[in-house]
């Protein structure tokens, strides 16, 4: 028996997740169409997806720059994925320049410690956890290479 879904709670989800609307609409259905539930039900796929490709290789991507508002301070962040295509996108784009503004902010030591830090714009998750949200999203492994940062 299908739930009948709420056309503005599955728009609402589609615009916070970026999820495809079939998957917004199986997370409405599977969860009786609770946003919260269907919310966490998206990031469980998501980090689903992201495990089975884990393993393929990274060679394409970009480079993001990211200088503090004084100028004193940059970052320059390397993060792969498998396609030039993906890398062109506007949501690949935005994550690595949450990953550059992340090191800027939190000054990790390494990307290992990087990937384990609370993401800064919303405690709930870690880097780790953005960027396997973000290859549920676009559907390729994606990876965060190494980062510089410059302080005077």
């Known amino acids: 028996m299908a ?11 589609r615009e916070e997740t970026s999820a495809s609307v079939s998957d917004c609409r199986r997370a409405l259905e599977e969860t009786d169409g609770h946003f919260d539930k269907a919310l966490q039900w998206l990031m ?13 290789e990274t060679g394409e991507g970009l480079i993001e720059a990211y200088i ?21 996108t ?7 320049h949450e990953v550059a503004m992340q090191v800027a902010a939190m000054d990790p030591k390494d990307v290992d410690e ?13 880097i780790g956890e ?3 949200q ?19």
């Open 130 to 132: 953005l960027v396997k």
């Open 90 to 96: 506007d949501e690949f784009k935005k994550l690595a």
């Open 3 to 13: 739930v009948n879904i709420d056309l503005t709670l599955l728009k609402k989800l």
């Open 68 to 88: 503090h508002q004084n100028g004193k301070m940059g970052v320059l962040v390397e993060v792969l994925c498998e396609t030039d295509f993906v890398a062109r």
């Open 44 to 56: 469980k796929r998501a980090a689903e997806k992201a495990e089975k490709k884990k393993d393929r």
């Open 134 to 152: 973000t290859v549920g999203k676009l559907g390729e492994n994606i990876t965060v290479k190494g980062f510089k940062r410059l302080e005077i």
């Open 114 to 126: 990087l990937l384990k830090q609370e993401y800064i714009k919303d405690g709930s998750i870690t």
